[in-house]
């Protein structure tokens, strides 16, 4: 696999294991992306966990977690990613939106610390390297793998990525609320001609309007802004944790009706750019 994601966590708010939640996952948001030999990691909500235990199976002990934000269901995870408690680990922890705000390593630490968490950041025996940039930044992750970032319209601040490497790209919009009726042009720059675009699709164009500043979009507009952009797949992700596998089942019908490029992402689904 020259570039792929796999889903560790597809849910936005908060995680739901239950019943009901069985066919596309209860765990919050984290991603896997394959380029070439190298793995990188976008958002460490709950699903990270699982990503973790397959870190130390692999033997992989180094890596790049890149964060589009800092509320909880994108970061809550990290405490439990097991790679961090290694020595001779070491990950370099991203995150564009809070370079005026504290950084991204007083968050996590603040996260960790009593009352609310037994064990601090200091704890972690990986070497781990705090990297607060602007969104808007682009740079080369590791040779061959360039990185494309902007800002997210989202409450406190979010950013998008772009990850090119071997003539692919796979773009992570997520979390961004659109304006109804205006193309966000921010976004169409960033997956402008993109293989695969995860894009923020909790909620339904019907239930939108009810949910202006919460910060979110619709799956119908990631299908929107994808055809204006010739983007050539579209992944459904963020899901609304009030949204049951009955619900997404009838979403990826209706989402394949109005464009074949749509799919509705799923825990542990893989996919490969151009395949």
């Known amino acids: 696999m020259t570039l792929a994601v796999k889903f560790w966590g597809v849910r936005g708010s908060i995680a739901c294991p239950s019943p009901q939640h ?3 996952g209860g765990n919050t948001s984290c991603l896997e992306v394959f380029a070439g030999d190298k793995r990188i990691i976008l958002d460490a909500g709950t699903g990270i966990r699982q990503l973790g235990f397959e870190f130390i199976r692999d033997g992989v002990k180094e890596g790049f977690i890149l964060l589009t934000h800092s509320h909880w269901d994108h970061i809550n995870g990290f405490p ?8 001779n680990s ?3 922890i991203h995150a564009g939106h809070l370079s005026d705000h504290g950084g991204i390593e007083n968050v996590l630490a603040n996260q960790m610390a009593n009352p609310t968490f037994p064990v601090p950041l200091e704890a972690l025996q990986a070497e781990l390297d705090f990297v607060d940039f602007h969104a808007g930044e ?4 590791y040779p061959g793998i360039n990185l494309i970032t902007k800002p997210l319209n989202h409450p406190n601040g979010a950013t998008g990525y772009r990850i090119e490497h071997d003539g692919k790209s796979i773009c992570y919009v ?3 609320e659109h304006i109804i009726g205006k193309p966000d042009e921010t976004v169409l720059a960033l997956i402008e001609g993109a293989d695969l675009v995860i894009y923020d699709s909790t909620y339904t164009d ?7 500043g919460w910060g979110h979009s619709t799956w ?6 994808c055809k204006v952009a010739g983007v050539k797949q579209l992944a459904i992700f963020h899901h609304d944790p009030d949204h049951n596998d009955d619900f997404m089942r009838d979403i990826e019908h209706k989402a394949r009706e109005m464009w074949d490029g749509a799919l509705v992402a799923r825990e542990h689904m893989i996919l490969t750019p151009g395949q």
Not at 220 to 225: F, H, N, P, S, V
Request: no cysteine; proline share 9%.
């Open 80 to 87: 439990f990613f097991g790679p961090t408690f290694m020595p």
């Open 138 to 141: 682009n740079w080369e992750l």
């Open 206 to 212: 019907e239930e939108f309007p009810e949910k202006i």
């Open 174 to 176: 997520t979390d961004t």
């Open 90 to 92: 070491h990950f370099s």
């Open 22 to 24: 069985v066919v596309y």
């Open 220 to 225: 119908e507009e990631g299908i929107r802004l």
